[in-house]
């Protein structure tokens, strides 16, 4: 397909391709998709698409991000001088911020504390987290970088790395930020563009939104095929009815929030034994698998993907007992929730750092228990992809194990109480170059115990829940942040073993270093030695 033609004109080549007795011309075609599609920012000037993104996108969720790096009194990066040579400073007394207002890449002009589960506003003070890396870089290369809070807290919890943090200047092992700070910038593959991505990392086709337009609302670069579009067309949709299959071709649940769990569809009780799942294999000899005692099957299905326990519970109806059975598949979710190695970890919502992601998992989980009021009408889970979409995700498995740029990775931090995330967070908080602003008191609940989660009820329709699950695209979103996160696994883990991949931009630990009176990492290399 010839990129550099207009996108209406290569969606019809598409159709066609897919379906040459469709009735309609190439010209008829591309005057039909061009009231709808353009080459600038793709669906941003209907005012349905902007509604719809701001609903199942941007509505209520914590843009906030998290700066890590080594910034002076004016937010800008500090590289080190060296006898002359600009090196980079180690992930040692890294600084942490949390900051919002980016006015465009890693530029922030706001700074944020956070008290409990809110995040409150401490004053104005730039902070440039830009990746300028490259031989087009206008400015001072930056081992600086930014994740969005969210990711943060997930990575925080998902990391699964068995290796102890990396031991740093004076004896002190490096926190994870610091860490993270010298994973990324000692990779011989630099970060790419200002947005930071790293080449060995598989973001699952959600970089082809950023390659047309810097802005992540050009939706059509991740569009894969045009089964949903040529659908809607064989119905007779036109003008924006066309949107919803558009969205499904361009896998935009790949950009949804990732915690907004699934609802009961309907208030009233739901099928408890799974007797609604049907299963259509032939009757056949039970296999050595069926002899298996029934309290091993929670410690061996916490091993496998979501789709791979129903998988194997279709394949016969003794499997499917067994498998399907609430008792058992809400003793493997427990199993996976205490275990981050389990392929099932990402189901539940995270215990530190996103207070508000339990408290919204409990009240959805509530709208399925036995007298439930009736849920709130849905907003973009009207325009839930079709099942048959779920084949999209062959597109997206991370690369297979055993080398970085394949392997999944993900924040296997301990999961210990609330408090200990707090710290973490109020404890990478820098003062800088701001105006201080009267910070309320924390909310009365900021402190109080977690609620347990209603799918561990006894008269909670966990196999009803689970399939809903499957299917939300929000929860898509989520497996793949936690897929993502996965691939971080392996770089940590090569890290914490082999040091540094590339070390010739940083500083060697060996070398003392500080603070010159201009705000500049100098080399206290001549102060040391002996006179």
């Not at 987290?129 to 990575?155: E, K, M, R, Y």
């Not at 530190?352 to 998992?361: P, V, Y």
């Not at 942040?481 to 996965?486: A, F, L």
């Not at 010739?504 to 102060?527: H, K, M, V």
Request: hydrophobic share 35%.
């Amino acid at each position: 397909m010839n990129s550099e033609q207009p996108v209406a004109v290569q969606i019809a080549q598409e159709i066609l391709q897919a379906k040459p007795d469709l009735g309609m011309s190439i010209e008829d075609l591309v005057s039909t998709l061009g009231k709808v599609v353009d080459d600038t920012d793709g669906l941003g000037s209907f005012p349905a698409y902007r509604a719809l993104v701001c609903n199942a996108v941007m509505s209520g969720y914590n843009g906030d991000c998290v700066a890590i790096g080594h910034l002076d009194a004016h937010g800008l990066y500090v590289p080190c001088n060296h006898h002359g040579r600009t090196v980079h400073p180690t992930g040692d007394d890294v600084q942490m911020r949390i900051v919002r207002s980016s006015c465009g890449g890693g530029l922030f002009t706001e700074l944020v504390e956070v008290y409990g589960n809110e995040h409150v506003a401490k004053g104005f003070g730039e902070t440039n987290c830009d990746t300028l890396w490259g031989p087009n870089a206008q400015h001072q290369s930056s081992c600086n970088i930014w994740v969005h809070f969210g990711c943060w807290s997930l990575f925080h919890n998902w990391l699964d790395c068995p290796l102890s943090p990396r031991i740093g200047r004076g004896g002190k092992p490096l926190t994870l930020f610091g860490e993270l700070y010298e994973v990324v910038g000692s990779r011989y593959e630099r970060q790419k563009h200002a947005r930071g991505w790293l080449p060995c990392i598989d973001y699952g086709g959600t970089l082809d939104a950023y390659m047309v337009s810097q802005y992540q609302d050009y939706i059509l670069g991740p569009r894969k095929g045009v089964a949903h579009i040529l659908q809607a067309l064989e119905k007779g949709l036109r003008g924006e009815s066309l949107i919803p299959a558009i969205l499904e071709d361009c896998r935009f649940w790949m950009f949804l929030r990732p915690d907004d769990w699934p609802r009961a569809p309907q208030a009233g009780s739901h099928d408890h034994d799974g007797s609604t799942l049907t299963w259509n294999a032939i009757p056949q000899p039970q296999a050595a698998i069926c002899h298996l005692p029934n309290e091993l099957w929670p410690g061996l299905l916490q091993h496998f993907h979501l789709e791979d326990v129903f998988s194997l519970a279709s394949t016969c109806k003794d499997l499917h007992t067994r498998i399907l059975d609430p008792g058992t598949l809400r003793h493997v979710v427990r199993h996976a929730m205490d275990n981050v190695s389990s392929p099932l970890h990402w189901i539940v919502p995270v215990r530190t750092g996103l207070r508000a992601e339990w408290l919204a998992a409990c009240d959805a989980m509530k709208t399925w228990l036995p007298g439930a009021a009736n849920p709130p009408p849905p907003t973009f889970m009207q325009m839930e992809f079709a099942e048959d979409d779920l084949d999209d995700d062959e597109d997206y498995c991370p690369p297979a194990s055993g080398t970085e740029s394949t392997d999944e990775g993900d924040d296997g931090a301990d999961d210990d109480g609330e408090d200990e995330a707090e710290t973490d967070v109020d404890e990478g908080i820098i003062a800088g170059n701001i105006t201080d602003v009267p910070a309320p008191p924390p909310s009365e609940y900021a402190n109080d115990p977690l609620p347990p989660l209603p799918m561990f009820d006894a008269d909670f329709p966990l196999l009803p829940f689970l399939r809903a699950y499957r299917h939300s695209d929000s929860m898509r979103a989520r497996r793949r942040q936690w897929e993502i996160i996965k691939q971080f696994d392996v770089l940590f883990t090569n890290y914490r073993r082999d040091g540094w991949e590339r070390g010739d931009d940083f500083l060697s630990r060996e070398i003392p270093w500080a603070l010159d009176d201009n705000g500049t990492y100098r080399c206290q290399c001549e102060a040391s030695q002996p006179k």
